[in-house]
């Protein structure tokens, strides 16, 4: 083997060990991000939230002063970053944490922002995706507008299921 083969190999196997790291689903363990997508889920009802979307409606709460203080509450309220999380959105009903106005209003839209994919930016609002909003999950019989749901004439076959 010449020079230029070890060196192209090397540079491989380097990039080959960068892969997993980049574009990987694995969830994030711990951290800010990690917090807010268990939070969510926990509202909405839906895992394996999208992170980059995440990122994007926990980056517009902490814009506002008043939102995040309102969600570092409600973390506290429902008992994130102490010995144990809540289990299901009833553990949070029964605990009385919607009863303060300002922590539902934080909830109200961290739910809204995942349902319709649209936050609240700098400038009004925004749109973080359309197709992956909640609202077609829940939806599960029919596609976003303008999303093609299969080959010409799909829609003449009731939906599976």
């Not at 980056?59 to 144990?84: H, K, M, T, W």
């Not at 995942?114 to 077609?136: I, N, Q, R």
Request: charged content about 20%; aromatic content about 10%.
């Amino acid at each position: 083997m010449d020079r230029r083969g070890f060196l192209g190999g090397l540079s491989a196997l380097f990039a080959a060990s960068l892969l997993p790291a980049c574009g990987s689903d694995e969830p994030v363990v711990d951290g800010p991000l990690a917090r807010f997508l268990a939070l969510s889920a926990l509202l909405t009802g839906f895992e394996n939230l999208p992170r980059a979307h995440g990122q994007i409606y926990l980056d517009a709460l902490r814009a506002s002063p008043e939102q995040s203080v309102a969600l570092d509450e409600l973390y506290a309220e429902a008992g994130y970053g102490g010995e144990s999380s809540p289990g299901s959105l009833a553990d949070l009903e029964a605990k009385g944490t919607f009863t303060d106005a300002r922590l539902r209003a934080v909830a109200d839209t961290i739910i809204l922002n995942w349902y319709t994919g649209v936050y609240e930016g700098a400038s009004g609002p925004e749109v973080a995706t359309y197709t992956d909003a909640l609202t077609w999950r829940a939806l599960d019989y029919t596609n976003p507008p303008s999303e093609c749901g299969g080959l010409t004439g799909f829609w003449a076959e009731p939906p599976a299921g």
